[in-house]
């Protein structure tokens, strides 16, 4: 997920089991998981290989993320008390002091689910989960970029800002700008 093996990069159950100081056993049974959740391919005679994402999937996958999280933004705008919003301000502060890839991508997952927790949008929540999943190794790159880590924390801040005003328009309007920052960067990250 965070991009250590690249689509295309074929996979070696020995040197896995060496890397990880394991059998090829427990290899074994972790590549047939990543192989259901699409993440690998195995081929006959060949080997696993990490796979491949297209772009057009991609980018269709972040039109219907942001979709949702328009409208799970707007519910949070309603709903968020100052409680809430204190919470989304402390992790704001921690996600801006980390520096460790773990630390980021822990505030940053904080933050979103803290939003979704605060919408109340369960239904909603969840297709978006099952969408940022799949998703998740495009956005791992997106957040552990610092020029983009720096440019995130100014528009998570805008956003707490309108949810702190109860503010449903500004909030969606803030949030849109922000998921659309992400399709610049990776055009930007794309070979060639």
């Not at 993440?39 to 290989?49: E, Q």
């Not at 994402?53 to 972040?62: G, Q, S, T």
């Amino acid at each position: 997920l965070r991009g250590a093996y690249k689509p295309g990069e074929r996979l070696q159950e020995v040197a896995l089991a060496e890397e990880l100081g394991t059998s090829r056993t427990p290899v074994r049974e972790a590549l047939r998981k990543l192989e259901v959740e699409k993440l690998v391919i195995y081929y006959p005679h060949k080997g696993t290989v990490v796979s491949e994402f297209p772009a057009d999937e991609i980018a269709e996958l972040h039109q219907v993320r942001t979709l949702l999280e328009r409208f799970i933004v707007r519910r949070a705008a309603r709903n968020a008390t100052p409680q809430d919003i204190e919470k989304l301000k402390s992790i704001l502060v921690r996600a801006e002091r980390s520096k460790a890839p773990d630390e980021i991508l822990e505030a940053v997952e904080d933050f979103n689910t803290a939003i979704f927790g605060i919408s109340k949008a369960e239904h909603l929540v969840d297709l978006t989960r099952r969408i940022r999943e799949l998703l998740q190794r495009v956005l791992v790159s997106n957040h552990l970029d610092p020029a983009r880590r720096t440019e995130a924390h100014e528009e998570h801040r805008r956003i707490v800002e309108a949810l702190a005003a109860n503010d449903p328009d500004r909030a969606e309007q803030f949030t849109i700008e922000h998921l659309n920052r992400a399709p610049q960067i990776m055009r930007k990250n794309e070979p060639g």
